[in-house]
């Protein structure tokens, strides 16, 4: 098995947890949420503050790895070190892999946060 089929099972992997944590988060936070009720401690008004606050953060954070590795990937392709298809398509697979980390840890912290549930295999 190449590196980029492996770099490939690696990232359909982290994509099946962060989907299960995602479901996870929302049904954690959906229930909260819609409890109606005053909520005198604003513990509802903190965790949807922080929902938005983490999706902002996340999505920032997504957008300057992306760029970083745009850029590593002309900067190396400007001196020479882009000969083949195959560096192509790693440094694809690096960009997409910068764009993802940040959404993929925060909502793995979300799930771990809000009920406590460990990731799979």
Not at 7 to 20: G, N, Y
């Amino acid at each position: 098995m190449n590196s980029l089929t492996r770099r490939s099972i690696k990232i359909a992997h982290k994509s099946a947890q962060a989907a299960l944590d995602a479901a996870v988060t929302i049904s954690a936070r959906t229930s909260g949420l819609t409890t109606p009720g005053l909520d005198i401690s604003g513990a509802r008004s903190k965790e949807a503050r922080l929902m938005v606050q983490e999706k902002v953060a996340a999505a920032v954070e997504g957008v300057l790895g992306a760029q970083m590795a745009w850029g590593s990937f002309w900067v190396k392709a400007a001196f020479g070190g882009v000969t083949t298809p195959h560096h192509v398509s790693h440094a694809l697979v690096d960009i997409a892999e910068a764009a993802m980390a940040p959404a993929q840890r925060m909502v793995r912290a979300n799930a771990r946060r809000l009920t406590g549930m460990k990731a799979i295999g």
